[in-house]
């Protein structure tokens, strides 16, 4: 835990598991059709309420780097960072590359000054690949490539977070850090199997589950609402 994040209550992640938990039933979805279909249209709203979002832009205003690069993956029309590091971005001191499934909410998403790439990460999981196929780094060196990277409220639809995350942490540099920001709403339908089933706690160590057998070391849950909010953001950070 670094000073800046002491306004926000922080429990250290600790690995309950030594094999991978999960099923395949897991990871299941009310609706399997594919995801393309279902975020075709673009839907310019926000998916968390104002005051979550105000926490929200807190919590990054103290633990987002103002230089290097970030990815917001799973990102839409708003990544939700605060004015700091929009104004970094804007003047190229920090580059923003956005991953997400609909090319209009992208490229409505001002902060993404770096790139915009199009793909389904519970279909292609893997996002160095999509990154290298964008042409965005460079296949033969690619370590390193990220000092941190963003994901608002998306963890839970994702089919195959192992590689996923598994990919992103090889993407990183030494230090870096995963953002992976949750809340109690959802799409029920594309949500996960064990994500309905399961508290709001399990939740999160769920994340930190999926952080773990991905590799990312120094895994914290925070709270960020503290009961202040009528609609909580928590998250899981992993380095």
């Known amino acids: ?3 800046s994040t002491t306004l926000w209550s922080v ?9 991978w938990p999960y099923t395949p039933s897991d990871f ?25 979002i105000s926490t929200l832009r807190s919590y990054y ?31 190229g001191e920090l580059q923003v590359i956005g991953l997400g499934m609909n090319e209009a909410e992208l490229e409505a998403n001002k902060v993404l000054n770096a790139g915009r790439v199009l793909v389904d990460l519970n279909v292609n999981p ?7 196929e964008a042409k965005l780094v460079d296949p033969s060196n690619d370590q390193g490539f990220l000092d941190a990277s963003t994901n608002v409220v998306s963890t839970d639809y994702l089919t195959a977070p192992l590689p996923v995350l598994t990919s992103l942490h090889a993407l990183t540099k030494p230090g870096g850090k995963v953002h992976l920001v ?38 914290e849950i925070v709270e ?13 950070d992993g380095g």
Request: aromatic content about 10%.
């Open 28 to 52: 299941t979805r009310q609706d399997p059709s594919p995801d393309s279909s279902f975020y075709s249209s673009p839907r310019f709203v926000t998916h968390i309420d104002d005051a979550a």
């Open 61 to 91: 205003d103290a633990v987002l780097p103002r230089q290097g690069r970030i990815l917001d993956f799973c990102s839409s029309w708003v990544s939700h960072y605060p004015p700091a590091v929009e104004t970094a971005a804007a003047k």
């Open 182 to 219: 949750i809340s109690n709403r959802c799409f029920p339908t594309k949500a996960v199997n064990r994500w309905l089933r399961v508290s709001e706690e399990e939740r999160l160590l769920m994340i930190g589950d999926y952080l773990h057998f991905a590799g990312w070391a120094e895994i």
């Open 1 to 3: 835990m670094t000073p």
């Open 224 to 236: 960020l609402s503290n009961g202040r909010v009528e609609e909580g953001v928590d998250g899981v």
């Open 11 to 19: 429990k250290q992640y600790t690995p309950r598991h030594q094999i």
């Open 126 to 132: 893997d996002i160095a690949t999509a990154l290298r």
